[in-house]
């Protein structure tokens, strides 16, 4: 089963509203990443946490880890219509030299105006 | 921006035929990736590479193949495409500190098999 699952799969939040994506996982891992896409495109790198990281910023986006959780959230403050998009977290596992990425189930974002 | 480029970006065909979907990147990086992904749902990898001249199988089973001669191009390609095959194809790179590093992403090939 994936790593990652992400809740909510959808949420809808006016323009200026803060929206909140969470993203639990199952195994340890080395650091968390979060991406963007919008419609029909590719993904875009948002933020990388790593494992002994708590918190991290970024302009208007704040990402936390909980390791002992296993989970994670990305909160984007004052959002915008241009927000609106699918949000993936990833995970990154190490074992020897072998590092292995897998993707959540990711969250759409809907904002209106 | 990154630079890694796809084509075709759109691609509709018919049953039974040969495809190549292109994937270059300029960035010099040693890992690529292959992904596919139904319309809103999850990336499942399905190809991936380290260098040149290594090619390995993803989590998700794929009639498509792969190869890597250069550096900066990673093809993927079906010898006959059938409609299970229609989806969106996502070509990715990751620089050499970056096994554990983001991914940088193309903006994707969508092919149809009718």
């Known amino acids: 089963s994936q790593q990652g699952e992400e809740d909510p799969q959808a949420l809808s939040i006016q323009e200026g509203e803060n929206a909140t994506m969470n993203c639990s996982y199952k195994?340890?891992?080395?650091?968390l990443q979060w991406y963007r896409q919008n419609s029909g495109r590719g993904l875009v790198h948002l933020i990388l946490?790593?494992?002994?990281?708590r918190e991290k910023h970024s302009g208007r986006l704040r990402v936390t880890l909980d390791t002992s959780k296993k989970s994670s959230s990305l909160l984007i403050t004052a959002s915008r219509a241009a927000d609106t998009a699918s949000y993936f977290c990833?995970?990154?596992?190490?074992?020897?030299?072998?590092?292995?990425?897998?993707f959540g189930t990711g969250t759409r974002l809907q904002v209106t105006l | 921006e990154a630079d890694i480029y796809q084509t075709p970006r759109y691609l509709v065909i018919g049953t039974g035929k040969k495809i190549t979907l292109e994937c270059s990147q300029t960035?010099?990086?040693?890992?690529m990736y292959w992904y596919q992904q139904d319309p809103g749902m999850e990336l499942h990898l399905i190809h991936y590479?380290?260098?040149?001249?290594?090619?390995e199988k993803g989590d998700l089973s794929s009639e498509s193949t792969v190869s890597r001669i250069r550096t900066e191009h990673f093809p993927l390609t079906l010898e006959s495409a059938r409609p299970s095959h229609t989806s969106q194809y996502l070509c990715?790179?990751?620089?050499?500190?970056?096994?554990?590093?983001?991914?940088?992403f193309g903006e994707g090939s969508r092919l149809t098999v009718l």
């Open positions: 990715a790179s990751s620089g050499v500190s970056g096994s554990a590093g983001e991914l940088f």
């Open positions: 195994t340890s891992i080395n650091n």
């Open positions: 946490i790593r494992s002994n990281e």
């Open positions: 990833a995970t990154v596992s190490i074992t020897g030299t072998a590092s292995k990425l897998t």
């Open positions: 960035m010099g990086h040693d890992k």
């Open positions: 590479s380290y260098g040149v001249n290594s090619t």
